[in-house]
């Protein structure tokens, strides 16, 4: 098949001197896009081009994949290990002996002195799969605090959540190329143009082949939702009223999939008592959405014979993060719209590995989907790892948004960060800072030193960044996609994979370890061997197979020719009786609402020139050229209202504190909302609230409620807000 500009002219590329293309993958976003980075006679990474013959972005690549090899050299990088005693004084560069030393030291003291809990680790989706094992396997199998945990669950943790509750497991069962098949897409709280351009390209030509309803869930008319056929501008916070009225109808029309129910799944009766009270008349007063559309949709998706489920951050970033994920998990179960092709339930996930930490990182439990509560998968990973399975906790700890008020109240004394930023990235950022500096002991590993959390930090270990080392990384449909080093790590930058072995060795001293392989290719076939026979089976893979497919979907057995495409197929699911669960949502309203003293709703989310906190994009002139400041997106007449003007300042105030933002005037967003892209330093950020979806422990960073004001000193605003951080 052919893809791409065949009868146009070619676009002319600068000739940038390149000897070599390099095979390798992206590391931003979690579609997995296939590149080759060009490396000139002097060894220098100077250009990246897609590849054409991967199935994932048949050649394409987004402007963040486009320019990706500037990152190698860009400002701000950690050349040297640092250490200082107090965050007063000044970092002083020092060897990594001594680095690695003073860490592990400072884990032993602190546990010896408060506890094996008292130190906590906090981990990311940003790291290779066998550097998640490995880390896994140090916490697990060697340090031994069960305060570990990642930001994924600012992320995905309610995806995660949501899929073991109905269908026993966590793993996205769909891939891409259901697009290729569905006869109606349905998507909710994604911005799939800017946050999964390639996915969303892929999406595209589905379209342009075969023309099918798409239908997009977002309070703000997004990209996405600018091309779709349907828009549904829902109140914030409330998918799972919406979700619970369409099965409303469907039940009542008798449009649901009989068979499907009564073959695959239980708990009927009690969700069909729930959605009942669920009348689209009543539903249409919570959710903003009018009951003939709530109606047309229901029947639109229930009859169409294949559909199709994603979403993302709207859903999983809310108070029923977990709950609406089952309740997307509900529609699809009761319209048997599972494991065929063009019908899933598909989680379009966030950061490049989100996946591989999910799989390998140990954070909730144990290595390949294993539970710390079940006494066959603590056996058998403690046999694998020669070590005695009581050394296990009994059950996981606290997750990454309890760790941080569990250091305010003392509880935690001491904690290592690998590859996230939470004094840009977690809520109500005023009081992180405060709880930061009640650490005892602060290690930041991260790629670069310029990160804001390492304000607080004791020892700063430099990582080596992307493809300046090897590994895996899984993206949204499961695909395993090998990173192969292109250039050496920067300055005397480390890969996390060899950090994380040298801690290991610090800690064979104390008991028994576990073996941890010098390569990442050695702990890729321990992995290999502990998930044989399971869901998720990489028995069948090897480096060569990776790179040679552009990725391979798990499972893939031993001796297979190549990966899965869909989970449940056979509509057997990893629950007891194999079946999956229709579980009833009762809606629960929670959240900090606008009133009169604070009467926006403050969404927030991405743009699609930055990744997250900028430590990467934001030095790149050709991504933060379009999106240098930070701004919020206001409605026309609202500004009008409050004598605003476009280009103007305005001091946005909640209940946490106040930040002052450039505003653009766009009707993207309704007179009662504003929205703020999370990438910049002090701002949204210092606004949030972030309350906790009670399953999955995420923040509901998109739902709370603001006051806006003009502000008289426009010229002092300006120079307050670039100081922001100006690269
Ligand atoms: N360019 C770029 N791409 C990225 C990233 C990046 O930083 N930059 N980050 C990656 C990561 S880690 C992630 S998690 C993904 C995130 O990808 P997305 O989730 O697609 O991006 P967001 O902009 O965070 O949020 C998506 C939408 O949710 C909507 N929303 C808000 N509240 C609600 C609600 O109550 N219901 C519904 N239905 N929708 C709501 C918002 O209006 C917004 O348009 O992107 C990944 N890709
Ligand atoms: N208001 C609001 N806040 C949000 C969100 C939102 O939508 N709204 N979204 C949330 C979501 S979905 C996410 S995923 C989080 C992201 O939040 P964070 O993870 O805190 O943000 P990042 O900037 O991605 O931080 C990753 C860090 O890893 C470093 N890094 C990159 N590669 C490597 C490597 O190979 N090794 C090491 N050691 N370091 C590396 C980067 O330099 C960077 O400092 O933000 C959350 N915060
Ligand atoms: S879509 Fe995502 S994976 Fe693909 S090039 Fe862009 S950032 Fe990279
Ligand atoms: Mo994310």
Redesign the pocket.
């Known amino acids: 098949m052919l893809f791409g500009r065949q009868h146009k002219n070619p676009i002319k590329i600068a000739d940038k001197g390149v000897v070599e293309w390099k095979y390798t993958t992206c590391g ?3 579609t997995g896009c296939s590149i080759e980075v060009g490396v000139n006679r002097l060894g220098d990474a100077v250009a990246s081009r897609g590849v054409a013959g991967a199935d994932v972005n048949r050649g394409k690549l987004c402007i ?1 994949g486009i320019f990706e090899h500037e990152l190698f050299e860009s400002a701000g990088r950690g050349d040297q290990p640092q250490v200082r005693r107090s965050r007063l004084d000044k970092f002083q560069s020092t060897d990594w002996d001594s680095a690695l030393d003073t860490t592990a030291n400072e884990i032993k003291r602190i546990q010896s002195t408060y506890g094996r809990d008292a130190f906590a680790i906090i981990s990311t ?1 940003q790291i290779m799969t066998e550097e998640f094992y490995t880390l896994g396997k140090l916490v697990r199998g060697a340090i031994g605090t069960n305060n570990y945990c990642g930001n994924t669950t600012l ?2 943790a309610s995806a995660v959540s949501g899929y073991k509750r109905s269908f026993g497991s966590d793993g996205p069962p769909g891939c891409y190329e259901d697009f290729e098949h569905t006869d109606c897409l349905m998507a ?5 143009p ?3 351009p390639i996915i969303f390209w892929r999406l595209k030509m589905a379209l342009e082949a075969r023309k099918f309803p798409v239908i997009v ?4 008319v ?1 990209m996405f939702a600018q091309m779709a056929d349907i828009h549904l501008p ?1 109140t ?4 799972i009223v919406l979700l619970n009225a369409m099965a409303h109808v469907i039940l009542k029309e008798n449009l649901a999939d009989a068979d499907y129910i009564a073959a695959h799944t239980n708990g009927y009766d009690d969700f069909a008592a729930l959605v009942e009270q669920y009348d689209p008349v009543t539903a249409a007063k919570v959710c903003g959405i009018d009951e003939d559309t709530i109606r047309h949709v229901a029947r639109l998706y229930a009859s169409a014979g294949k559909a199709m489920s994603i979403w ?4 999983n ?2 108070t029923h993060g977990s709950d609406g994920v089952v309740a997307i998990n509900n529609l699809n179960l009761i319209t048997g719209n599972i494991g065929k092709p063009g019908c899933t339930s598909l989680s ?4 490049a590995n ?1 996946m591989g930490t999910r799989e390998w990182g140990s954070t909730t439990g144990l290595p390949g989907y294993r539970y710390l509560d079940k006494d066959e998968d603590r056996k058998a990973v403690a046999d694998f790892w020669g070590i005695d399975a009581e050394f296990f906790p009994r059950h996981r700890g606290l997750a990454m948004t309890d760790i941080l008020p569990a250091i305010e109240t003392g509880q935690i004394k001491g904690l290592w960060l690998v590859a996230t930023n939470p004094m840009t990235s977690m809520p109500n950022t005023p009081r992180i800072r405060k709880t930061l500096e009640k650490l005892e002991f602060l290690v930041v590993q991260d790629a670069y030193r310029d990160v804001e959390t390492n304000e607080y930090s004791h020892v700063y270990l430099p990582a080596a960044v992307w493809a300046e080392k090897t590994g895996c990384l899984t993206n949204t449909e499961r695909r395993v996609n090998l990173v192969t080093n292109v250039q050496a790590p920067h300055g005397e930058s480390k890969p996390d994979f060899w950090i994380f072995n040298q801690i290991a060795k610090r800690f064979a001293t104390e008991r028994k370890i576990p073996p941890f392989p010098e390569t990442t290719e050695g702990a890729f076939e321990e992995m290999k061997k502990l998930s044989k026979g399971r869901m998720l089976d990489y028995s069948g893979m090897s480096y060569p197979m990776l790179e040679k497919q552009k990725g391979v979907q798990w499972p893939c057995t031993e001796g297979a020719s190549t990966g899965t495409q869909r989970l449940y197929a056979d509509g057997q699911f990893e629950t007891a009786d194999g079946r999956a669960k229709l579980i009833p949502l009762p809606y629960i309203e929670n959240n900090e609402v606008p009133d009169d003293a604070y009467p926006f709703w403050l ?10 906190t900028r430590t990467r994009t934001g030095k790149m002139g050709n991504l933060n050229k379009f999106s240098p400041t930070p701004y919020m997106e206001m409605n026309p007449d609202a500004a009008a209202r409050l004598g605003i003007r476009h280009g103007e300042y305005a001091r946005l105030t909640t209940r946490r504190g106040d930040a002052v933002v450039l505003v653009q005037t766009t009707q993207r967003v309704s007179p009662n909302m504003v ?1 703020i892209p999370f ?1 910049f330093h002090e701002c949204v950020n210092r606004l949030t609230l972030g309350l906790l979806d009670p399953h999955s422990r995420q923040p509901a960073y ?2 709370c409620a603001a006051r806006i004001e003009p502000v008289a000193d426009q010229s002092a605003a300006a120079a307050r807000s670039v100081a922001a951080r100006a690269y």
């Open positions: 931003y976003c979690s963040k989706g992320c995905m909710f709280g994604s911005n799939l800017e946050q999964h869930v977002d309070p703000r997004t829902i914030p916070g409330t998918d993302t951050m709207g859903i970033q809310s379009i996930t966030g950061q989100a969404n927030s989310g991405r743009v699609v020139e930055h990744f997250h929205f990438h998109k739902q």
